[in-house]
């Protein structure tokens, strides 16, 4: 499948480097933008939504974790261990930071 | 270097992902069940005991507010999304919505002695709360689009009716919040409280 690749003469287009690298992940986005919207959400219902394997997304999400993007906090809903997850301060400063990245990125990839 | 079409790509994920995750705005049937059971009985009581329907809407309203919050967060912990402020604007739609029309109806009988008169009072309540179900069908279920006008229509046309017209508008109430839990409106929610 052909990629458009985004080439401009003089450097890189805008927003190009202000790509968090961490949020290059469809996944680690996805689950970013879901939070955002909600107080948090159990492992169950971001592996739906998100339409992932539990290997893949517990690997994508350790990754937020570690990085301070997300907040972990397990308990027992009728007797079932549920892992919740929700956004940091840190990790929607980044979400935010990034998205405008990519419209910006859009934007110059348009003109 | 990056590419536009990775990017449409991982935009394109994330539309589905958040797609997938818009339910409408309908908490658990129980909540419908058991606001179908409160109208049913206090509008039956107003027919049959009118005095002892002014505490039942007052104790079990406050009682049934406290029963939805368990309800509705017992579903969210089941459905595994929490939304702290969709629960906060669900009841102060509710709650204040359903408080400020009796205090506005009450208010009107204060300075209009006559309204007091046989059950106009109640009718004016019920007025006033079909247009909260209204309202609550333009911010969060669909179904109180129609159910509202119908409870308006029913609280003007109840004065007209001899006997037994609360039972009548109660039971078509009831009726009306319970018969769409029977049939879901679309949305992930239900799959997903299956498999948490």
């Not at chain 1, 301070?68 to 980044?94: C, M, N």
């Not at chain 2, 002014?54 to 929490?82: D, N, P, V």
Request: charged fraction near 15%; charge should be positive.
């Amino acid at each position: 499948m052909g990629r458009t690749e985004i080439e401009s003469p003089s450097g890189p287009p805008a927003g190009l480097d202000q790509l968090d690298p961490l949020l290059q992940h469809r996944s680690r986005l996805g689950a970013l933008v879901l939070l955002a919207d909600v107080d948090a959400l159990s492992f169950t219902r971001l592996r739906l939504l998100l339409d992932e394997t539990d290997g893949n997304l517990g690997a994508q999400l350790r990754k937020l974790e570690d990085a301070g993007y997300v907040k972990v906090r397990k308990e027992f809903i009728d007797r079932k261990p549920t892992t919740w997850y929700s956004l940091s301060a840190h990790g929607q400063k980044s979400l935010k930071a990034h998205l405008k990245a990519v419209e910006s990125l859009i934007k110059s990839a348009k003109v | 270097m990056s590419n536009v079409q990775q990017i449409g790509e991982d935009l394109q994920f994330v539309r589905q992902a958040v797609a997938r995750g818009r339910h409408p705005a309908r908490g658990p049937a129980s909540i419908y069940w058991l606001w179908a059971v409160y109208v049913l009985a206090g509008y039956a009581l107003i027919d049959f005991d009118r005095p002892a329907s002014g505490w039942f809407f007052m104790i079990g309203g406050i009682l049934g507010g406290i029963a939805s919050w368990q309800l509705g967060k017992r579903w969210a912990l089941r459905t595994g999304e929490y939304d702290l402020e969709m629960a906060r604007r669900g009841m102060l739609h509710w709650g204040g919505g359903i408080i400020l029309a009796v205090a506005s109806a009450l208010a009107l009988c204060a300075v209009n002695p006559p309204l007091r008169q046989g059950a106009y009072s109640g009718q004016m309540v019920v007025v006033l709360i079909g247009m909260v179900y209204f309202l609550g069908g333009v911010h969060f279920d669909r179904n109180f689009l129609w159910l509202g006008p119908l409870l308006m229509a029913g609280g003007v046309l109840v004065g007209f009716v001899p006997r037994y017209g609360w039972t009548a508008l109660g039971a078509v109430i009831a009726l009306g919040l319970v018969i769409p839990t029977l049939f879901p409106a679309g949305g992930t929610a239900g799959t997903v409280e299956q498999s948490a």
